[in-house]
């Protein structure tokens, strides 16, 4: 079963502009994780952050936790084309350290 | 080698044929993992090694579908009256130990059966 839901299924932006996607789920996390995946090619992890964290950077990447609502957004600043993707949120639950439950994902066009 | 490998990439089968699947995860990781990831949804984890031992076959949809690592590195899986409704993307990942880190992922094995 997928623990995650990404929110929206799907965006479409201009490049240059920002994307934020959400992710709720349902159960006690240890961490939470992004991934994104281009068509057709496996999964590439973007950045992980714990449960005891609420924000967290990566170059353009911007990751919040709010375990209160058991929800995490990822943004993604000065978006370009080459981030066209699909992106997976992935938790692991804080009692089984090796499980990711991924969500269904949203899709990122970023429109030149 | 510098990646998650897996081989076929593409494999068109008949229903009712086995087949196997092969991932030779990155050198000195001793986690792995198998994932399915069907059209348009997120991967659905299905069994996870540590070492050479099954540590959790809990995601295994049923008897057909069979995983091993015989020596702690390479694994295959295999599924046995390969059915239609086994066509999917099989994802193999591995991490460097079983704690809450990233997983490295490979480029996946397509399956269809026809």
């Known amino acids: 079963s997928q623990q995650g839901e990404e929110d929206p299924q799907a965006l479409s932006i201009q490049e240059g502009e920002n994307a934020t996607m959400n992710c709720s789920y349902k159960t006690s996390i240890n961490n939470l994780q992004w991934y994104r995946q281009n068509s057709g090619r496996g999964l590439v992890h973007l950045i992980l952050?714990?449960?005891?964290?609420r924000e967290k950077h990566s170059g353009r990447l911007r990751v919040t936790l709010d375990t209160s609502k058991k929800s995490s957004s990822l943004l993604i600043t000065a978006s370009r084309a080459a981030d066209t993707a699909s992106y997976f949120c992935a938790t692991v639950p804080g009692s089984n350290d090796y499980k990711l439950s991924f969500g269904a994902g949203t899709t990122v066009t970023v429109r030149a | 080698g510098a990646g998650v490998s897996q081989t076929p990439s593409n494999k068109v089968t008949e229903k009712g044929k086995y087949v196997e699947l092969r991932c030779d995860p990155i050198?000195?990781?001793?986690?792995l993992y198998w994932y399915r990831q069907s059209l348009g949804q997120g991967p659905e984890f299905l069994i996870y090694?540590?070492?050479?031992?099954?540590?959790?076959d809990s995601g295994l949809p049923n008897d057909r579908f069979f995983a091993v690592r015989p020596e702690g590195s390479v694994s295959t899986l295999k599924i046995q009256r390969t059915e239609r409704g086994d066509s999917a993307v099989y994802l193999c990942?591995?991490?460097?130990?079983?704690?809450?880190?990233?997983?490295?992922f490979g480029e996946g094995s397509r399956l269809t059966v026809l």
């Open positions: 090694f540590q070492g050479t031992g099954a540590a959790d």
């Open positions: 990942a591995s991490s460097l130990s079983s704690t809450t880190g990233e997983l490295f």
């Open positions: 050198s000195g990781h001793t986690a």
């Open positions: 952050i714990r449960s005891n964290e």
